[in-house]
């Protein structure tokens, strides 16, 4: 655990999601950091600085113009005195200033003194967070160095609207916020990764689609691993729920088409993992206008056709990646058709996995697998999905450093 020990300065700022601020504090506290709160105007509209202050066991730091402040600390050495700065909520608002450098209150202050890592879980409406604007201002502070952990899609807690906007849960910014500070060895940095995860959504019309029941949750998590481990890493992710892994690229895609797009845009690299459940076909021509019924007349039957294969393609491709894993979903016959999808595919491992649903694989948080390769088949054990992707991730080291 990298957070143990580890000074956080904490920038409450004001939006609803800021209620969850409270149970990060108490999360970040448990792995053994400590938490300096800063909080502001509109932060403390939504929660309390007393409930902050209890939680944290610190001083609530909220005024750039307190005397008493300033004698006592400084906003320059709160700015520095850390080993991590942590925005969580990140307000539109804030992140607006930070990208243009205000400093007129503590939080954009703080941010523009500090020499120290920042790490941002934004929260706001999905249009907020879609308008061009603020996706300018995110821009320029990922260039500036800024990290971000979600935002995460659902339900707003606000209105009822959904769509991209939704703070990170506490215990995925704790992930994120220990993956940052974490200084273990990185044997895979100056190697390049390509991750696929999540589903693909192949459209009948404008309002369906084809799906399955993929969460991302391991495509995600080895993307994270990897990352961790100093790879430069490119997750393709098909559409999910799961905020964005620290530390990583991320190409959002819908169909099995972008998804293939964006894999070979993203070549070359030294190791390609494709976790995602791509659709294996799509409709063959997806309507324009929303497909009506009309009594009397006879249902429609979709045709299909057959999705690329993005790890045949991968696998064969001229500029293919050192090595190349598959994972293979399967309900029956789990290690024998892994070994046909292994030369099929020009894959070096399959991952297999049986999704039958009494496993509860699909959709998920543990995963059993086996490593079928050339040398032969290794069973792992029952393990979490996070396990899965560090061993996953351990070994890939190994086998690049190999040479
Ligand atoms: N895969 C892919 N592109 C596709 C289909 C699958 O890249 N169009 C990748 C998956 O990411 C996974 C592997 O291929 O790594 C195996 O996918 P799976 O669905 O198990 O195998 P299929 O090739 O679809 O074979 P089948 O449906 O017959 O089991």
């Not at 999360?27 to 502001?40: C, H, N, Q, W, Y």
């Not at 061009?132 to 502070?141: D, G, Y």
């Not at 995602?276 to 979709?302: M, Y």
Request: charged share 25%.
């Amino acid at each position: 655990m990298a957070l143990s020990g580890k000074r956080i300065l904490l920038i409450i700022s004001g939006g609803i999601a800021a209620y969850k601020s409270l149970d990060l504090i108490r999360r970040l506290r448990e792995r053994g950091a400590s938490v300096r709160p800063i909080m502001t105007k509109g932060a403390q509209e939504f929660v309390t600085p007393l409930a902050v202050g209890a939680l944290a066991a610190d001083h609530v730091f909220t005024d750039l113009f307190s005397r008493q402040d300033e004698q006592d600390v400084g906003h320059i050495r709160l700015a520095r005195d850390c080993d991590l700065v942590l925005i969580a909520p990140a307000t539109a608002d804030l992140m607006a200033k930070a990208a243009h450098g205000l400093a007129d209150d503590l939080a954009s202050t703080v941010l523009l003194a500090t020499d120290r890592p920042v790490l941002a879980a934004p929260a706001m409406n999905p249009k907020m967070w879609a308008h061009p604007a603020t996706k300018r201002n995110i821009e320029t502070l990922q260039h500036d160095g800024i990290r971000f952990i979600g935002p995460a899609a659902g339900e707003m807690a606000e209105s009822r609207e959904a769509g991209t906007g939704r703070m990170a849960e506490p215990l995925e910014i704790v992930a994120a916020a220990d993956s940052l500070l974490d200084d273990g060895p990185k044997p895979l940095t100056g190697r390049k990764a390509i991750v696929t995860s999540g589903p693909t959504h192949e459209p009948i019309d404008p309002v369906r689609y084809i799906a399955n029941r993929s969460s991302g949750r391991q495509g995600h998590a080895i993307a994270a691993a990897l990352a961790r481990l100093g790879a430069d890493v490119t997750l393709v992710s098909g559409p999910v729920t799961i905020p964005d892994p620290a530390g990583v690229r991320v190409v959002h895609v819908e169909r099995a088409e972008e998804m293939r797009d964006a894999v070979l845009a993203a070549l070359p690299a030294d190791v390609a993992v494709m976790v995602a459940a791509v659709a294996d076909w799509r409709v063959a021509s997806a309507a324009d206008q929303k497909i009506k019924k009309h009594p009397g007349e006879s249902i429609p039957t979709l045709a299909l056709t057959e999705n690329p294969d993005i790890l045949k393609t991968v696998g064969h491709h001229t500029t293919r990646p050192k090595l190349v894993i598959g994972f293979a979903a399967e309900t029956q016959d789990v290690e024998a058709n892994a070994k046909v999808k292994l030369d099929r595919k020009g894959a070096d491992i399959i991952v297999a996995n049986d999704v039958s649903p009494a496993t509860g694989v699909m959709g998920g948080t543990r995963n059993s697998v086996k490593l079928v390769s050339r040398d032969g088949v290794e069973q792992w054990p029952d393990l979490s999905k996070d396990e899965v992707a560090e061993r996953l991730a351990a070994m890939i080291s190994e086998q690049l450093m190999r040479g």
